[in-house]
């Protein structure tokens, strides 16, 4: 039986000044599209300073809401390709 590998690449940026850290993800999927999401976090002014926490949680914002696009975009191509609605979880 033959098997086909696909692997796809996410990058992450992050912005950062002293208080916020801003993440922006993108995909680039095998049919060519791109998924893009964001994140962000504020740092509360009684914390220290850990720009890596801050990245942690941006970015882990940023993959959820990819997460979540990604599903609606197969779910969407179901429902195109079947003719009826599917039932994404959210």
């Not at 002293?18 to 999927?29: E, F, Q």
């Amino acid at each position: 039986m033959l098997q086909t590998v696909v692997g796809w690449h996410v990058e992450l940026e992050f912005d950062e000044d002293a208080h916020r850290t801003r993440a922006a993800a993108l995909v680039r999927l095998p049919d060519g599209s791109e998924v893009r999401a964001h994140g962000h976090t504020s740092r509360h002014p009684a914390d220290s300073n850990q720009p890596r926490v801050g990245e942690e949680v941006a970015g882990a914002r940023a993959l959820n809401e990819l997460a979540m696009k990604l599903l609606t975009k197969a779910h969407d191509e179901i429902d195109e390709a079947s003719g009826r609605t599917s039932h994404p979880l959210r």
